[in-house]
């Protein structure tokens, strides 16, 4: 095959642009290129942002469940020392929400996905929960007791979401929360039915014996200790 020849250019030479001034095309050229940088950098970090937020909403702990359960179950325990009472409640529930409780459970955690919008639970993850109760307690107690562990907790960084001290329902709620809602606690008095409850939920871990093929969430092994004054650390 013939070696081929590029062609003899015979057009004049380019008249130079004036000084200070620039060609049509290296204009175009700047503007394109700052247009595309522009449209980089939101992107990129639009990609930061969700593979942050993506990776933040499965990066939990490997934590056996009996060690979490033993977290929920001293966060009650401490809030039972600070109202003050005095009676041991065993482990265990005869009758919910009339009887005296102690127990513990677990369930799922939730991935929201890219965009937060999905509803999905998390393989092999877990979020352990302590919940209590009392019968018999008499307002004297219970108002005095809310409103000392309501400051308690505010000066000891929990966020309070929510605080009704009686009202028409005469039902007071305290609800806290920090590390932006992975560890919460609630309480509630009915003051008709002199009855007091309690809740603690801890973050969310994985549970290292879980393997692939299991279904729900971590079990607890063992029953929570008697919460009461017999606990309290001295």
């Known amino acids: 095959m013939p070696e081929e020849t590029a062609p003899t250019d015979t057009a004049p030479d380019p008249v130079p642009a ?33 593979a942050w937020f993506l990776s933040g909403s499965t990066d939990m702990p490997r934590v056996a469940p009996e060690e979490m359960a033993d977290r929920a179950f001293q966060r009650s325990q401490e809030v039972y020392d600070l109202m003050g009472f005095k009676r041991t409640v065993e482990p ?21 996905g890219l965009l937060g919008l999905e509803d999905k639970t998390v393989d092999g993850a877990y979020r352990m929960s302590h919940r209590w109760a009392l019968d018999h307690v008499p307002a004297s107690q219970a108002v005095s007791g809310l409103r000392r562990l309501h400051r308690q907790l505010k000066d000891d960084g929990w966020k309070v979401t929510s ?23 609630s309480f509630t008095w009915y003051q008709d039915r002199e009855y007091f409850t309690g809740g603690a939920s ?7 014996e879980w393997k692939d ?15 009461g004054p017999a606990q309290r650390k001295k």
């Open 18 to 50: 004036p000084t200070g001034s620039r060609s049509p095309s290296s204009v175009l050229g700047a503007l394109g290129c700052g247009c595309v940088t522009l449209l980089v950098v939101p992107v990129v970090a639009l990609v930061v942002l969700l």
């Open 163 to 185: 605080y009704r001290e009686g009202g028409k329902s005469k039902t007071w709620d305290l609800y806290v929360q920090r590390d932006d809602g992975s560890e919460r606690m």
């Open 202 to 208: 801890v973050p969310c871990a994985y549970d290292p």
């Open 213 to 227: 093929g299991d279904s729900g969430p971590a079990e607890v092994d063992q029953w929570p200790p008697a919460l």
């Open 92 to 112: 265990g529930v005869e009758d919910i929400g009339v009887s005296t409780e102690n127990t513990l459970s677990s369930g799922y955690c939730y991935d929201g």
